[in-house]
């Protein structure tokens, strides 16, 4: 399904104009595509039906309610990290035995609430948190599941702020000292080893990558059982690429595919944490140009979404889309759309042709459905935008609009 397309002029999401949508709920706002979603986690699911599995959502890429309880209802797990994602997934009905949690910085409160949810396993990230992880679930007399983040050294060639398996990287444990940790954590009682577990980067464009780091862990798996260690899941973390621009990703079934034939003989369950590739492109962030002024050399366009409500531009300097939602015959020239926000790095895009805009204007910036809501933040006191999903002809607000109200909920002024 194309969950974006064009009747005539006009730009649709499914069977609903997005002018509509704007019209009834205001920008800027968040528009998603159901069936988009389902087919894209239909389609990464089935590419790795040869093999046990657990597709576990990256719910760091969009961790609103209604998008959760879908993937939740066509039986997706969730990767969580934080307890406040822990709080989302289990209020979206996730199944805890469907949910991992990664992450460098798990607070002994976040652990017990974990424990006490039943999750399925827990990513470790150094000896100190494993330590940690071990008191409290002695505190709650149960054991802990646990797999420890291999830090496998692998490139992803992608942007530094997403390469996570580099070893100059925060992220999992280095390499050679991964056996000594899977020692230690056989000794210590309240921790069950279960798995083995990495995440590279993400936005990767290739294959390779994810097949050396595959390969770094499966030679892993054969030295743990080796010393006789219960290896049953194998967590190769998320990281497949989307088109924002003219990027080529592989699709689901290669990955699925490639990673089916290194894994198919070694007795595991596969677990996969995807993120971006299932959301990434169901999702759009409408908008409303407000004025278009003429700089000294540029040109600006000046719209009602900021880098308050979309991150990506101004934080990576990432590429996405913006279409007119009506299209127009005007001439095109070469503008920068800016957000309100006090900030010269406010933009949605820079040097992007663009037939002339003018107030009034709608514009939909694509590929907005991962790492969009889920990382705005009410920087100038903006309340956040809404969010609506839709399917067929049908749409439902997900998210209604902050108010001022809700801006300073549980603020007060100083009583000393
Ligand atoms: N698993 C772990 C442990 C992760 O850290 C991540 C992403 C994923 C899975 C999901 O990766 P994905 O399939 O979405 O590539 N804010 C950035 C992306 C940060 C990704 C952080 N970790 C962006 O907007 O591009």
């Known amino acids: 399904m194309n969950g974006f397309h064009r009747k005539g002029q006009d730009l649709y999401c499914e069977d ?14 968040y528009v998603y595509s159901l069936g988009f979603l389902q087919e894209q986690y ?10 046990p599995h657990e597709v576990c959502f990256a719910m760091k890429a969009n961790s609103s309610l209604a998008i959760l309880n879908e993937l939740a209802l066509m039986g997706c797990g969730a990767d969580i990290v934080s307890g406040g994602e822990l709080y989302r997934a289990l209020a979206a009905s996730m199944d805890p035995k469907k949910i991992v949690y990664s992450g460098v910085g798990k607070t002994s409160q976040e652990m017990s609430e974990a424990i006490d949810a039943g999750i399925l396993m827990f990513n ?12 409290v679930a002695g505190r709650l007399g149960k054991k802990a599941g646990i797999s420890l983040r291999v830090n496998p050294d692998v490139d992803p060639q992608t942007h530094p702020y997403i390469a996570t398996g580099l070893a100059t990287s925060k992220f999992g444990i280095k390499y050679d000292a991964v056996i000594e940790g899977y020692e230690r954590a056989g000794r210590l009682p309240n921790i069950d080893v279960v798995g083995v577990d990495c995440h590279i980067g993400s936005q990767l464009s290739s294959l390779a990558p994810f097949v050396e780091a595959a390969t770094k862990l499966t030679d892993m798996l054969t030295l743990l059982r080796e010393k006789g260690f219960d290896i049953k899941y194998l ?48 999702g759009v962030l409408l908008s409303r140009v407000l004025y278009t002024k003429k700089g000294t050399d540029k040109r600006f366009v000046i719209v009602d979404a900021g ?3 979309l991150l990506r531009p101004s934080l990576y300097d990432a590429f996405h889309r913006i279409e007119e939602v009506k299209q127009n015959q005007r001439e095109p020239e070469i503008v920068d759309v800016v957000g309100p926000i006090c900030e010269s790095g406010d933009f949605l895009a820079r040097g992007r042709k663009m037939n002339a ?36 002809k049908k749409y439902a607000q997900i998210r209604t609009r902050q108010t001022y109200e809700d801006l300073v909920r549980g603020e007060r002024p100083a009583v000393f």
Do not use: C, W
């Open 357 to 392: 805009l003018v107030a009034g204007d709608l514009l939909a910036t694509m590929s907005a459905g991962a790492y969009g809501f889920s990382m705005a933040s009410n920087y100038n006191s903006r309340p956040a935008a809404a969010e609506v999903l839709v399917q067929g």
């Open 16 to 29: 609903v104009s997005l002018a509509h949508l704007a019209d009834v709920f205001g920008t800027p706002l």
């Open 124 to 135: 470790i990230e150094s000896f100190s948190e494993l330590i940690a992880l071990d008191a």
């Open 307 to 309: 880098m308050n409500d």
């Open 235 to 282: 967590d190769l973390g998320g990281g497949l690429g989307i088109t924002y621009d003219d990027e080529d990703p592989p699709t689901a079934a290669a990955y699925g595919l490639t990673l089916t034939d290194l894994m198919k003989d070694k007795g595991i369950t596969l677990i996969l944490e995807p993120g971006r590739s299932l959301v990434g492109n169901a």
């Open 42 to 51: 239909e389609a990464f699911d089935s590419a790795f039906a040869g093999i």
